[in-house]
Every structure is written in structure tokens, then in C-alpha cells.
């Protein structure tokens, strides 16, 4: 492969958000900029939540609360509407890895049942507008942490849940949900119990330059997942996990206009969208991603349990190595069956380069609803497998990839 082909990832983003059509955020996203600080904070060695929660409380709209020295631990943060948090650089906000704290009132949390939703989050965003989470410092989840009151920890707990096919219940890092003009950005997030860093239903959702780094034996670890969300960018992210890299799903509301842009992604499962698609994906553009190592690469996934369509998608300027599955389309994932049709159309492939050997997999729901596929400078090994049924596809992959590297999609730290 030619160096040059990846002189985009060397770039700014300014390209990738000039693009005809509406596959992609609606807003002129430009580089956030950190609030000043209302109050700057000094880590005792104990539990800081109260101190915290006080502060965010009391903080004029506007302005963060700055973590501003040493390493706070703390149980579940409400960040309230118009008030930001800032870990400066340097600093550590560990979430305490008791399951009391972050329990919903039942006795669930730290236990495991048949619905996985006995816990609140380490850090809530509810009804927001205008918050966000910033700085160069590090918010660790403890997820490899034993919890208290027991001899295991929460990522245990999570693999003896997969064991008797029932749910964890384990709090996620950071969720968002209805919230309007959201901001995260340059942080570090780490081991979560559960999921990094979810958005629900929210309008106007921006993650700039954070990285995320957490095992890959980390089960249900999500990095960043818009759920129902509109007017999304996720720019200059490094994401290394345990499972989705990146998740753009449908579960509870359309999910649409959104960027994914100039990010770098090694270990974990995919960049994906999916398998949350019930009330439809639509209007995304994933541009300047270079995926090394995970399980699966662009990866649109659902079935008739989830299923909705999935639609006006472009995938362009895409650099995929080592990686079993480098593109995955798949409309009956783990089998789930329901009465929900997903339909896979209007999905372009376009300057997508693979470059090492593995099996393309596209598979549609039939002859009658085949997913409809556009490639455009698509090129592959020598060697490649594939794996196609139901589909329609317009174009050719090119077998003349040669393993040369990808290149790098900076964080912008």
C-alpha cells in the first residue's frame, strides 16, 4: 500500500465534517474549550464524594469543578445541568468499589439476576444542558478491583454472570441521558465496572481527544456508545478495550446525523453500530479510523430481536489490520430471534483498506430484503475469504493490499 493513501490521518478534521449530504453531525463541531474552574479541589486520602458533590452543587452555570491534586475516591457523582468537572492533568477520580454505594435500594448491586439494572453510575448526567466532563487527568472505574464485602471483583462477577447466562449487575462509568449539548473531552477513562462513557437520547453529544484504556478480558467494558442520540462527534479518540470500541445504536430513540472522526482504534471488539437498531441508525460518517487488533472491524450488526433499519452509512478513509473479521455486516447476530426486520441500506465503503488477511462477512436477511452495499476503493489481500449471501453490492474489492502500516489517527492530547 502507498504511504500517502493515509496522509489523512495527519490532518485536522475540518475534511471530514464538509461532506455533501447528511451523513453526518448537523452542528460545526470545532475543538471544545475548557471552562474555568469555580472552585478547585485537593484530594484527602479518603471518601471525597461529599466534598465533591457539594462543590458541583454549588458551582455557577457555566463552570467546572477542578480535581485539582492528588487522587480522590469517591462513590456516585451527579454532575448538575450547566456545571462541568475537570480532572486536571495529573490527577486520579477513582469510583470506591463498594456496591452499596451505587445501589438502586433493592440489594442488586454487586449480585447477579436476570436484568442487570440494580446499579447507578459512578458519574450521572441527567436533564443536562451544557455539562461536560474535562482535563488530561484519569477517572478509573476499579473494575479489577475487589469489591467490598466480597473476595471478587466487579470484572469476576461479570464472567460468573456469563457462566449461568444471566446479567451482572455492575455500575457503568459515566451515563448520560436527555441531555442537550454535552462535551467530553481530553480525559482518560479506565476499568470500568461496566460500560466507559454512555449517551442516551441526548442532542448535541461531543467526546474530543479522550483515551480510553482497559483490558481486553474485560467483559461488557463498551468505550463510547451514542444510544439514541442526534448530532454526535466523537473526533481524535485512542479507545483500547474490552468489547465495542465505539457503539452507535437505537434501542430507545433514532439514532442520527453523527461523526466518528480521525480515531485510532486497538484492541476490543469493533467499530460499531448496531445491535441496537429498533428505532434506526441513519446519517453517520466514520472518516480517518485506523482499527488494529480487535475482533471485528466496521462491523454493522443486528437481528429480528433488535432489528431496525440501518441506513445512509459511509465508511471512508479506513485503514483495518489484524483483525479476524474485518468487515462485518451481519443481520442475524447471536441468532436472537423477535418480529423486528433489521434492514441494512445505503451503506458505502469508500477508500477502506485491509491489510492483512482475515473473512469479510456479509450477511443479509434474504433475496427479498439483501443489505445493500457501495464499494468505492475498497482493497483487500490477496487471500481474502469471503462469506456473502443476501446481499447487493456495487463495486469490486481490490485484492491488491500489501500489509504496508497504517498509520496513526492521533488523540489530540
Avoid at 479510523?289 to 471485528?296: D, P, Q, V
Wanted: positive net charge; proline residues 4%; glycine residues 12%.
Amino acid at each position: 500500500m502507498r504511504h500517502q493513501s493515509f496522509s489523512f490521518l495527519a490532518i485536522g478534521t475540518f475534511f471530514a465534517l464538509v461532506h455533501v449530504g447528511t451523513a453526518r453531525d448537523l452542528r460545526n463541531v470545532t475543538e471544545p474549550k475548557t471552562p474555568q474552574a469555580c472552585a478547585h479541589l485537593k484530594a484527602t486520602g479518603e471518601d471525597d464524594t461529599k466534598i465533591i458533590q457539594n462543590a458541583l452543587d454549588s458551582c455557577a452555570k457555566g463552570k467546572a469543578v477542578a480535581l485539582s491534586y492528588g487522587t480522590f475516591y469517591s462513590g456516585p457523582l451527579t454532575i448538575p445541568s450547566g456545571v462541568s468537572l475537570l480532572v486536571e492533568s495529573g490527577v486520579m477520580l477513582k469510583a470506591i468499589p463498594d456496591p452499596k454505594l451505587y445501589d438502586l435500594g433493592e440489594n442488586l448491586c454487586g449480585t447477579i439476576d436476570d436484568l442487570g439494572l440494580g446499579c447507578k453510575p459512578f458519574i450521572t448526567m441527567h436533564g443536562a444542558k451544557g455539562s461536560g466532563i474535562y482535563g488530561k487527568g484519569t477517572i478509573n472505574g476499579q473494575g479489577g478491583s475487589v469489591m467490598t464485602g466480597s473476595n471478587i471483583t466487579w470484572w469476576h462477577l461479570a464472567r460468573n454472570a456469563v457462566a449461568v447466562r444471566k446479567f451482572q449487575n455492575n455500575p457503568r462509568l459515566i451515563q448520560i441521558n436527555n441531555s442537550i449539548d454535552i462535551t467530553i473531552y481530553q480525559i482518560t477513562l479506565k476499568n470500568p465496572p461496566f460500560y466507559h462513557l454512555t449517551a442516551s437520547e441526548t442532542n448535541g453529544y461531543t467526546v474530543w481527544g479522550i483515551t480510553i484504556q482497559t483490558p481486553t478480558g474485560s467483559l461488557n467494558s463498551d468505550g463510547i456508545d451514542a444510544v439514541g442520540c442526534q448530532n454526535v462527534t466523537i473526533a481524535n479518540c485512542n479507545i483500547s478495550t474490552g468489547d465495542d470500541n465505539i457503539g452507535l445504536k437505537a434501542l430507545t430513540a433514532p439514532g442520527r446525523y453523527m461523526s466518528v472522526l480521525n480515531t485510532h482504534i486497538n484492541r476490543g471488539n469493533s467499530m460499531a453500530i448496531g445491535s441496537e437498531t429498533n428505532y434506526g441508525v441513519s446519517d453517520a460518517l466514520i472518516s480517518g479510523m485506523t482499527i488494529n487488533g480487535t475482533y471485528n472491524g466496521i462491523y454493522i450488526k443486528s437481528n429480528t430481536f433488535r432489528g431496525g433499519r440501518t441506513s445512509n452509512i459511509v465508511f471512508e478513509n479506513i485503514c483495518i489490520s489484524n483483525v479476524g473479521k474485518p468487515i462485518n455486516l451481519d443481520t442475524a447476530y447471536y441468532n436472537m430471534k423477535g418480529n423486528s426486520t433489521p434492514v441494512f441500506q445505503n451503506i458505502t465503503l469508500r477508500n477502506v483498506w485491509v491489510q492483512t488477511n482475515g473473512t469479510i462477512v456479509i450477511h443479509g436477511m434474504s433475496n427479498t430484503n439483501p443489505i445493500v452495499l457501495t464499494l468505492d476503493d475498497v482493497h483487500v489481500p490477496k487471500g481474502t475469504k469471503y462469506s456473502v449471501r443476501h446481499a447487493n453490492i456495487t463495486g469490486k474489492w481490490q485484492e491488491d493490499a500489501t500489509g504496508s502500516p497504517c498509520g496513526f489517527a492521533g488523540n489530540g492530547k
